[in-house]
């Protein structure tokens, strides 16, 4: 292992120091361990190995097969290179194998497996690669298990049910996706659980009600939404819990906040002021708990990101190149505005990392102080002077409100009657969210340059903007004039503000100035999914079939949190494919919540307003206006076969007995021969048997009887492929085909008596049959029935 410096006493059984070893931590630790009753005679036999934090260049030996009896081999911390030799899964006498924090490469051999009796391995913090071998599902007696820090690949294996003794497993920046296995819920042993860092699809929390022993629990950043479960805190032995970077929902108990629990990381890692002493000039200090800064200071970071205020303000900040060396310390200021009273600062660490070296739990950056001094203090040094000039400025202020109020009232009573039906709209409104100047939209905007128009539609046009921060936004521009504008402003902001999902559309921020009203969204650069499929896009963008399987997946996850995982159950209203934008990495988010609703489930909902649009509406919405959940299920159905087919639901009519694609689609589930609704433009590039579930799993949503319709966890949970999709009698159902289809063959031939109108008809009066706006934000105004 290239040790020079000892020499091994056969006659102790130590290793005798024969030249100066250099440690790299006081923790270092050379020693060798024997026993002399393991077999008859008189000889003894080498059982442990332990050389720990020596930085030896060497390679484990095959040779080491020589030792029969040996039960541990501990080599932390040293840069020993090489594969780990197969070899080794014929001491089956070893108990723990420790090899963290050294340069082994290669893949774990699958003779591990052999090792019956070991009950400790780690491997963490190596350049490991490949999958974990099926054969470590045999370690039955495992208790710890370490792969933190690898480059491992594939999918968390669902054999670690087999380790029913495990006590600690930690799987932190180790390569492997997720999700977590819901056989995790076995492993009732477990005292320490720490995953993080783990690409994969959304999940919910995983099921760890029997693991009632935890002590530390650690899922980072691993992809889970939904509500934390109750149970967690229930969990007496529980010293540390953290959740940080998911989409979790729920309540940390008031009397763990009252008891002074600071252990609990359930967002980001962050620290917030909520001081409002009233005095202007008051420097309001924005400081770690011990624990946040131990939390930090724990972490061995060179890269991390920092955000403050929802937006991102140092990206791959590498603290060692900043300082310059050890001990320099680094000022950085930022400006930030702050609402509420409350200014919220992120620390994400953004690189992988280890907890071990130089010496556990004192290394690290340490960011000593965060503190916030507001740009327009007054306070002056000085006593007496100090106090009376805080005087003159507490009059100058009192004065100048004074008269800002007697002209704001003049103001308002000139304006009153001109803003009379606008100020209904907004009485009581109280923003929960970002709130931008016209000023600042207008040098986003270049003053609402042409050039920058990325949309226009029947409530305003879309520009893209850039905000001084360098962001990217795109401002909706509602209609000063529209009275269903500003409804739904109010409406979306009041939704879209509270919710937070990978497929929801992120808002920014809005603008109330005057008789202007503004939505400042996140920027999609592939605009919306219409254009993608049905042609419209100018770029020349082709949805592979993976991708249009992915856009559908994405669709259901975010309407099974609208419909079951927030807090708010929201019903969107107006699934289509022009409400549905794709990011840079063809991702889809939902947008346009301008007609969501809330949905109490213990109540039947009958909506005295009908809106959205024809050909997805659900038949029993359309015609008698009951809306619950089960109608985004529907218009999902219709989505969902836009997408396989690239064809509209609406404008796409496959024959003359037929009114639309839903309609055809129908009449082919008799038959079974969905090939027909395939996009042609994909060519033999589809995968057939993906593309007949997404179809039925469309008709099924589609339904004419919403009990019939499945929830959309359920829809996910079928093109995730876990749950088969049923299958249904396609005459069965509340609703006769004629009244599934009734409401769009009524207003097709309303259309046909008023064409001549309709040809003239500005943006506001655009048939969406027909019509499709280039870009979401700027949508068409929906069909609405009274």
């Known amino acids: ?101 050294n340069y082994l490469s290669g893949t774990v051999p699958s003779q591990l497996g052999r090792l019956s009796n070991l009950k400790s391995l780690i491997l963490s913090s190596n350049q490991l690669t490949g999958t974990l071998p099926a054969a470590l599902g045999e370690l039955r ?76 629990l650690v899922l980072r950043n691993c992809n889970l939404s939904g509500e934390l479960p109750a149970y967690v805190w229930m969990i007496r032995e529980l010293e540390m819990l953290f959740l940080t970077s998911n989409m979790l929902s729920g309540d940390i108990p008031d009397s763990l906040l009252l008891n002074g629990a600071n252990r609990t990381y359930l967002p980001a890692p962050s620290i917030s002021s909520v001081q409002d002493t009233g005095v202007p000039c008051t420097l309001i200090a924005v400081e770690m708990t011990r624990e946040l800064k ?41 400006n930030a505005s702050v609402t509420n009273n409350i200014l919220e600062i992120r620390f994400y660490w953004a690189g992988k990392g280890t907890t071990r070296f130089p010496r556990r739990g004192v290394y690290g950056p340490l960011v000593s102080a965060v503190s916030v001094e507001p740009y327009f203090k007054t306070c002056l040094a000085g006593g007496k002077k100090k106090k009376n000039k805080i005087a003159y400025v507490g009059i100058a202020v009192g004065a100048s409100c004074f008269v800002l109020l007697v002209l704001a009232v003049i103001w ?92 929801l559309v992120k808002l920014h921020g809005c603008c109330i100035e005057g008789d202007q009203l503004m939505l400042v969204y996140e920027y999609l650069e592939n605009n919306s999914l219409s254009n993608a499929l049905f042609g419209l896009n100018k770029s020349g963008l082709m949805l592979d079939w993976p991708t249009r399987f992915k856009i559908c997946i994405g669709i259901a996850r975010g309407l099974a949190f609208l419909h079951e995982e927030s807090r708010l159950k929201i019903v969107h209203r107006d699934i289509k494919a022009t409400n549905v934008l ?14 969501a609703r809330l949905h109490e ?32 299920v529907y218009s999902f159905g219709v989505l969902a076969l836009e997408i396989v087919s690239g ?26 021969n969905y090939e027909e609704l395939f996009d042609e433009k994909l060519g033999s590039n589809i995968n057939k048997e993906e593309a007949e579930i997404v179809v039925k799993i469309a008709l099924l949503c589609t339904n004419g009887s919403p009990s019939i319709r499945p929830i959309m966890s359920e829809v996910v949970s079928m093109l995730e492929g876990q749950t088969c999709v049923p299958e249904i009698d396609p005459e069965a159902g509340g609703y006769t085909d004629d009244l599934r289809f009734k409401a769009m063959r009524d207003f097709r031939e309303e259309k046909y008596k008023k064409t001549s109108r309709s040809q003239n008809s500005t943006s506001v009066q655009t048939d969406p049959l027909f019509s499709l706006s280039s870009y979401d934000h700027s949508e068409i105004e929906p069909v609405e029935t009274r």
Not at 294 to 322: S, Y
Request: proline share 5%; glycine share 8%; aromatic share 8%.
């Open 412 to 503: 308002w009573k000139r304006s009153l009657k001109r803003n009379k039906r606008k100020d209904k709209d907004f009485q009581g409104l109280e923003l929960r969210t970002i709130s931008f100047s016209l000023k600042q939209l207008k040098s986003a905007t270049h003053n609402f340059d042409a050039a920058n128009k990325i949309g226009e539609g029947g409530f305003g046009p879309v520009y893209k903007g850039t905000l001084g921060d360098g962001t990217v936004v795109a401002v909706k521009q509602l209609s000063s004039e529209s009275r269903q504008g500003n409804r739904e402003f109010l409406n979306e902001v009041g939704v879209i503000s509270c919710l937070q999902h990978p497929n």
């Open 141 to 216: 007696n495992l208790t710890n298990f370490r792969i933190n820090d690898s480059n491992f690949s594939g999918r968390i294996p669902d054999f670690i049910q087999n380790w029913r003794q495990l006590n600690r497993l930690e799987m932190v920046a180790s390569g492997l996706e997720g999700p977590i296995p819901s056989s995790i819920s076995l492993l009732e042993d477990l005292a320490d659980l720490r995953i993080g860092d783990m690409a994969g699809p959304m999940q919910r929390f995983p099921p760890l009600n029997n693991a009632s022993g935890l002590i530390r």
């Open 601 to 632: 489930d213990d109540q039947t909902h009958v909506s005295t307003r009908v809106a959205g649009t024809i050909g997805y509406m659900a038949p029993e919405y359309a015609l008698w206006g009951y809306l619950s959940d089960k109608a985004d």
């Open 1 to 101: 292992m290239g040790a020079t410096g000892w020499r091994f006493n056969g006659d102790t059984c130590n290793l005798d120091l024969i030249a100066e070893v250099p440690k790299l931590t006081p923790e270092a630790n050379a020693t060798t361990g024997c026993e002399c009753n393991i077999t008859n005679n008189t000889d003894c036999h080498v059982v442990r190995i332990t050389l720990k934090f020596y930085s030896l260049p060497g390679v484990l030996s095959p040779e080491l097969t020589k030792l029969p009896y040996l039960k541990s081999i501990s080599l932390l911390g040293n840069r020993i290179t090489g594969k780990i030799p197969p070899e080794l899964g014929n001491i089956t006498t070893l108990t723990k194998l420790d090899l963290e924090a």
């Open 647 to 672: 064809k509209s639901n609406t404008s796409y009519i496959p024959r003359d007995n037929f009114i639309c694609l839903l309609d055809w689609a129908c009449q082919l589930q008799k038959s079974q």
């Open 582 to 595: 794709l990011d840079k990495d063809l991702n889809p988010k939902i947008a346009d919540f301008g007609l």
């Open 294 to 334: 131990k939390a930090i200071t724990t972490l061995f970071m060179k890269e991390m990101q920092m955000l403050t205020v929802g937006r991102l303000v140092k990206k791959n900040f590498n603290i060692e190149d900043e300082s310059g060396g050890m001990g320099n310390p680094v000022v950085i200021p930022f």
